[in-house]
């Protein structure tokens, strides 16, 4: 009788698709980007990411713990100054918006979660760059790297478990490693953004972060164009010393999240940015597709690529579908 051979039969009820999957989309395998800005008196919403705010320190501790009781695997902290300078200075007081909401977060939750802190200086410089500028207006790689080292030491002294450098700047691992090691934080692990490409669907994080940036990132976030120069730089930050590696964004560079998981032999993590985000709010709110089912396919599409971790600002609320 034909056919034979009918795959359907592993497809005729939920029990027995649940069955065979061969792809797990798990609360623990979901991280939490947070942003925690100085001098709100309430949460603002972001008009470019419906559903996701700036916090007060109050705020994020609250939302914090509701994530975590979620099931999230961790949480990730970007700080938003009311303050910014040429040196990005916001970023390394202990006093900072970012390192006192660490301390918030890590007096509250204890080792109850991953607390992340992001290791940049583009939320906290007045051009809006991810480093310190030489006289000719370029970024300085290697001064960068000095302010870099002292962020992540600060960082974990206030908390941070995990520390994740996003600026692409040439040896930051290294110098994070170095610096952690000099002072003590042995056991603070690095999530590198091995592969960040500078991308347009980042448009909504600038309105999360009050980024001041004018111009671009071409000359140090990586070309959309490129593959094997990424596998290079995760490569390279291995060999500095990185605990795991991510790839950014995920959607338009899931070949990347694939190729990258082949090659390693650490967690690789895949960033679903905001306007990944934002499209698919934007498409929901307009009754074009149906939401929940558009948020949970991406993700489950991001894990398939071979992204062990995938950071995303749905993570509460799908970590509470999965748990259905």
């Not at 900072?96 to 080792?111: E, F, S, T």
């Not at 939401?291 to 971790?309: D, S």
Request: charged share 25%; proline share 5%.
């Amino acid at each position: 009788m034909f056919p034979t051979h009918r795959p359907r039969r592993l497809r005729t009820t939920p029990a027995m698709r649940r069955l065979v999957a061969e792809t797990t989309l798990e609360p623990r395998q979901l991280i939490l980007p947070m942003f925690v800005a100085e001098g709100l008196d309430e949460p603002r919403a972001l008009d470019s990411m419906p559903g996701v705010y700036q916090h007060t320190r109050e705020s994020l501790r609250k939302a914090a713990e509701e994530a975590v009781r979620a099931g999230v695997g961790g949480l990730m902290l970007f700080g938003v100054p009311q303050v910014h300078d040429a040196r990005g200075s916001g970023a390394t007081d202990p006093d900072g918006i970012l390192n006192v909401a660490l301390r918030d977060l890590r007096a509250d939750l204890g080792d109850d979660t991953v607390l992340m802190s992001d290791c940049c200086l583009d939320e906290f410089t007045d051009h809006g760059h991810c480093g310190v500028l030489a006289e000719d207006g370029s970024v300085d790689n290697d001064a960068t790297l000095a302010r870099y080292a002292d962020m992540a030491v600060i960082q974990a002294e206030s908390g941070a478990h995990m520390i994740g450098p996003s600026g692409m700047m040439d040896g930051q691992v290294g110098v994070i490693r170095e610096a952690l090691d000099k002072a003590g934080h042995t056991y603070t692990s690095i999530l590198a953004y091995a592969v960040k490409y500078s991308s347009a669907f980042y448009g909504p994080f600038r309105e999360a972060v009050d980024s001041q940036l004018t111009g671009d990132r071409k000359t140090y976030q990586q070309d959309a164009a490129n593959l094997s120069e990424a596998l290079r730089e995760v490569e390279l930050d291995l060999e500095e010393g990185a605990d795991a590696v991510m790839v950014k964004p995920a959607l338009p560079y899931l070949d990347v999240v694939r190729a990258v998981a082949e090659q390693v032999d650490v967690p690789v993590a895949a960033y679903q940015i905001s306007g990944e985000y934002a499209m698919i709010e934007g498409a929901a709110a307009n009754g074009w597709i149906d939401r929940k089912p558009a948020v949970l396919e991406t993700l489950t599409g991001i894990r398939r690529a071979g992204a062990n971790m995938v950071l995303t600002y749905w993570a509460a609320e799908a970590a509470g579908w999965l748990a259905e």
